[in-house]
């Protein structure tokens, strides 16, 4: 059953609509849906769908020419098209009198192999574009090629494309569509676990607790997810030993290009670009206090769940859980699991918000949320909030807390103290929690009036 991806569904579909060339771009991580998206858009349309393979030239344009002949004739063909030049010539032919969609899946693969596809694609458009109804998809899982070699300035395929889709992991709202059989609270810690790739979150069973779900991917050696990280890694980039490295040392607090530095035993300007890379795949994140451009405080954190998890756990426990200790290992990582919660329900909250601004609900127009952390020049201590937004003269601060016990009026009063470091002439606060709050910190939040609270049944 298809789930989700309805914005980029109508996009695709009103492309088609309009019954002239056109020329779609689609890209992201692996295992993030693009094929799945794909074939949901063109499940009743007339579609050559060919995907490139790491090959050679000959083996992709026999696998590109069997795709067209059995469309056109629905039979595999005998003979083989001379060339991609040839073969794209052909299908702008048949496209010149009907509707046709022609898919090259994994296109990385296939440009890599036949260096001048690139240039042909380019010089074919430019011939047939004005009398073609021809509907091309680029799709490529390889971030940096497509956004290189496609989509780039000096690529010679830009300026052809009429729309690009970066596919990427589905945020909490979407994700809780796949995990219906979870409670509330355990839809929430499968998110923190797996993260919103389709694929991971297909290695899930809803009709089990998380702790056996747990057991069953990351602490299972035959498991998908088991090695899905280093598999990731081995395809995505070409040292993976320096990536785990980093990834590793992050996940286990490092957090400052120095201490990351420190610990992976190689020079700052090393890190920096691996952990460009890493950025750009959506695993490793960079922030700096809300509203600071200084680099002096940035730090790095993992963005993405499945990688935060598996490498927050996995590695200290894999000589247990090569033993077959599994309940061992789960006894090692339960009592961790709700300060592990803590950053996650953050990002929850934050779409949350995001959802009231989308929907007009917002009391603050911010155009980006971020979590701040500073000096108080006050006490000199070093203050932190969760989530802020601004919008000329007004501003939001959140507090959120993951934890079984009401959240206390001090949380409010702690969080209204620390706005003082700002000045705006409106002020508007949030404070989340997983269980409730309690009968101060309600009347205080009534008494204050621009105070939401909100419990984590609202969120969902």
């Not at 794209?88 to 192999?113: G, H, N, Q, T």
């Not at 747990?214 to 035959?222: E, G, Q, S, V």
């Not at 709700?338 to 918000?353: A, D, N, P, T, W």
């Not at 409106?426 to 008494?447: H, I, M, N, P, R």
Request: a neutral charge.
């Amino acid at each position: 059953m298809f789930i989700g991806r309805e914005k980029e569904l109508k996009t695709l579909e009103n492309l088609y609509a309009m019954d002239n060339f056109q020329f779609a771009v689609i890209y992201g991580r692996r295992r993030v849906g693009k094929t799945a998206l794909i074939n949901e858009f063109t499940k009743d349309k007339d579609t050559i769908f060919f995907t490139g393979v790491e090959t050679n030239a000959k083996q992709n344009l026999e696998n590109f020419s069997n795709a067209i002949m059995e469309y056109a004739t629905g039979i595999m063909a005998n003979s083989l098209f001379a060339s991609f030049q040839s073969a794209l010539e052909y299908v702008f032919e048949l496209a010149k009198s009907k509707r046709i969609v022609l898919v090259i899946d994994e296109y990385p693969y296939v440009a890599r192999s036949s260096k001048s596809l690139a240039s042909t694609l380019q010089l074919l458009i430019d011939k047939n574009k004005d009398k073609s109804k021809l509907f091309l998809i680029l799709c490529g899982s390889s971030m940096s090629y497509m956004e290189d070699q496609v989509l780039a300035y000096k690529a010679p395929l830009y300026g052809r494309r009429t729309a690009q889709l970066k596919i990427t992991p589905f945020n909490f709202f979407e994700t809780c569509r796949y995990l219906k059989g979870f409670s509330g609270i355990d839809k929430a810690i499968a998110y923190g676990v797996i993260g919103g790739t389709p694929q991971y979150l297909l290695q899930l069973d809803d009709s089990l607790s998380i702790e056996a779900n747990i057991k069953n991917t990351y602490l299972n050696p035959a498991s998908f997810i088991f090695e899905e990280p280093n598999n990731l890694l081995k395809q995505e980039v070409r040292e993976p030993a320096i990536y785990n490295a980093i990834i590793t040392a992050i996940a286990n607090g490092a957090s400052k290009m120095s201490e990351i530095s420190n610990k992976v035993g190689e020079a700052t300007s090393i890190c920096s670009s691996y952990i460009k890379n890493l950025i750009a795949l959506g695993i490793v994140k960079k922030e700096a206090p809300y509203g600071e451009k200084s680099n002096r405080k940035t730090i790095y954190s993992i963005e993405d769940n499945m990688f935060r998890f598996w490498y927050r756990f996995v590695p200290e426990n894999s000589s247990i859980i090569s033993h077959g200790a599994v309940e061992l290992a789960y006894s090692r990582i339960e009592p961790e699991l709700s300060s592990y919660m803590g950053s996650v329900f953050e990002e929850i909250c934050k779409q949350y918000l995001w959802k009231l601004l989308v929907e007009g609900k917002s009391p603050v127009i911010f155009s980006e949320l971020g979590r701040w952390w500073g000096t108080n020049p006050k006490t000199k201590a070093q203050e932190e909030i969760d989530i802020m937004g601004l919008y000329k003269n007004k501003a939001l601060f959140a507090e959120c807390k993951w934890t079984n016990e009401n959240v206390d009026v001090g949380v409010l009063e702690k969080l209204i103290e620390r706005s003082s470091l700002f000045h705006y002439e409106e002020k508007y606060y949030y404070l989340f929690s997983k269980t409730g709050f309690t009968k101060g910190c309600v009347d205080k939040a009534k008494q204050i009036g621009n105070v939401a609270l909100v419990k984590y049944n609202d969120i969902l």
